[in-house]
């Protein structure tokens, strides 16, 4: 729970990425590399939250899941997890700024 892994359905290879203690990861959003041919050329962006109340966007290249980050980004302030976005009425005038 909270650690990203992928599994390779054809071998049965389990791949954690890399994390550290006291911390939990939402859900990866992959993004394609320009000229993607594969389902492994992507960036996946991670938000992590520790239990020490900070948020972090990780950046990890999608052909090397094991391997750390190639960006860790700190955040000002701390972005709870939610299910796929954001909701917000739509009568109430609140916006996302």
Request: proline residues 11%.
């Amino acid at each position: 729970m909270g650690q990203p892994v992928t599994l390779d359905t054809e071998t049965g290879s389990v791949t954690t990425l890399w994390h550290r203690s006291g911390e939990h990861a939402g859900e990866p959003i992959p993004v394609p590399k320009p000229g993607a041919t594969a389902d492994t050329d992507v960036w996946l962006l991670i938000l992590v939250l520790s239990l020490d109340g900070r948020t972090e966007l990780r950046i990890f290249d999608g052909n090397e899941l094991g391997a750390p980050p190639v960006a860790r980004v700190p955040l000002p302030h701390v972005i709870p997890f939610d299910f796929h976005g954001n909701w917000l009425p739509a009568d109430t005038g609140t916006t996302l700024s």
